[in-house]
């Protein structure tokens, strides 16, 4: 027995129950938002009975989730979500903030934000007896993918760009994913993904597509807020910074503090700031133009996870900045390469799309978004290892000598 009673078309409003659509609305494409009941999660449960939970991983939170236990304990289903949040306190300070904070969702099973969203795909997918589940990706979303089903027994099939990095690629084949890497972009990918799942009756986890992604993906904002509970201070706004690609992460955040907002556990909502890539900034631009259309751009940015011609949760995405009074701002390939550099000195090595976000405060800082006292928190979404070759830019080379003391006392 779940909450789950349904979905809501994020356009036309159009209500379904949970056996009648599966991915879009059937009226007009929109993206569709879970509905749970919210009322009976109320009836039953206390904000004390998802704290004192033992389970280290999303899984806390089932009762705020629209699946069934999955099972596959001792598997990485299970540790999927749970990330550290560091204190970044002498970054923190060089840039005038007293309190300043980092969620590593590098520390995922497969390293990166995306498990949160596979772990849901894959326990839906039981549910429906899928047997094969395919999704597009830039990477991460089919690694995490891969590595959910590999440790499940399902199979996965991955559809990727063919100049997706390398370390993404491998990580892909090492799970034992059956992997297409197309001779296009992300988008291509995305449109094959589709046309194949159709074709083959496979289940598809399609970012912006499948509505379970975002249902995921809201974990990180449950865990945030238990942070801020425990703490103390979840009547302090918080200031949360996102890398946005799809649009996908930041509205899935939003979700789960609207769900925390409507069951009555939340007081203030944090405010969402969306950072995108100034060659990848479809969202950024819908959300300047004061409306809720976006129009596709010609994506081009180091931060291939963030790299999407045609966001596919845009509009949701438009709304979580604009509803929480939060914004977006856009950040240049070197401003993101420096902000790995940045992370690195406090034990964080990010990709270049995890790094956007902190390019993203520090541009927010030098425009005055953000006062001395502002708590904020920035996601870092993926690690450093998936792009090493993008880490290599932003750090000067190392230096190769004879292995004589007279050598190294030239250089130092
Ligand atoms: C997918 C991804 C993002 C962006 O998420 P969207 O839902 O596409 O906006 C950001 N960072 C990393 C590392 C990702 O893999
Ligand atoms: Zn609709």
């Keep these: 027995m779940t909450s789950f009673t349904g979905y809501r078309c994020s356009l036309c409003q159009a209500e379904y129950l949970p056996g009648q659509v599966t991915y879009t ?134 559809f990727a760009p063919r100049n997706a990095p390398p370390a993404k690629v491998a990580q892909l084949l090492v799970f034992g994913a059956r992997v297409i890497l197309v001779d296009g972009t992300y988008d291509d990918a995305f449109d094959l993904s589709i046309t194949a799942s159709q074709a083959f009756g496979w289940y598809c986890r399609n970012t912006g597509y499948n509505p379970f992604t975002a249902e995921g993906k809201k974990t990180a904002a449950l865990e945030i807020w238990e942070w801020q509970r425990s703490a103390g201070n979840n009547h302090v706004p918080l200031t949360v910074f996102v890398p946005v690609g799809d649009g996908n992460i930041i509205s899935g955040i939003h979700k789960g503090f609207k769900d925390l907002l409507a069951l009555g556990w939340l007081e203030t909502m944090p405010r969402l700031i969306g950072v995108q890539a100034e060659g990848s900034a479809a969202i950024a631009n819908a959300f300047n133009a004061g409306g809720e259309q976006v129009i596709p751009v010609q994506a081009k940015t180091v931060a291939d996870s963030i790299s999407v011609d045609l966001p596919r949760d845009g509009i949701r995405a438009v709304r979580a900045a604009r509803e929480t009074g939060g914004t977006y701002l856009t950040v240049g390939d070197d401003e993101i390469l420096a902000a790995i550099a940045a992370l690195g000195p406090a034990g964080i090595f990010a990709e270049p799309a995890g790094a956007a976000s902190y390019a993203g405060l520090v541009s927010a800082v030098r425009q005055g978004l953000l006062s001395p006292g502002d708590p904020a928190l920035v996601l870092n979404t993926g690690s450093g290892l998936k792009d090493v070759r993008s880490a290599m830019q932003a750090v000067p080379e190392a230096p190769v000598i004879e292995p004589t003391l007279a050598a190294l006392k030239r250089i130092l």
């Design 25 to 158: 609305c059937p009226k007009d494409n929109g993206n569709l938002d879970v509905i749970l009941d919210i009322d009976s999660i109320r009836q039953r449960y206390q904000p004390e009975d998802m704290v004192c939970r033992a389970e280290e991983s999303l899984w806390r939170y089932l009762p705020l989730l629209p699946v069934q236990d999955p099972g596959g304990e001792g598997t990485p289903i299970r540790s999927a979500g749970w990330t550290p949040i560091y204190r970044l306190e002498r970054i923190g300070q060089a840039l005038g903030l007293d309190r300043l904070w980092l969620k590593d969702e590098s520390r995922n099973p497969t390293a990166s934000f995306k498990d949160r969203a596979s772990a849901l795909v894959v326990a839906r997918g039981r549910e429906v007896g899928a047997d094969v589940i395919v999704t597009a990706s830039t990477g991460n979303a089919g690694a995490a993918l891969a590595g959910m089903a590999a440790a499940v027994g399902r199979k996965a099939v991955i």
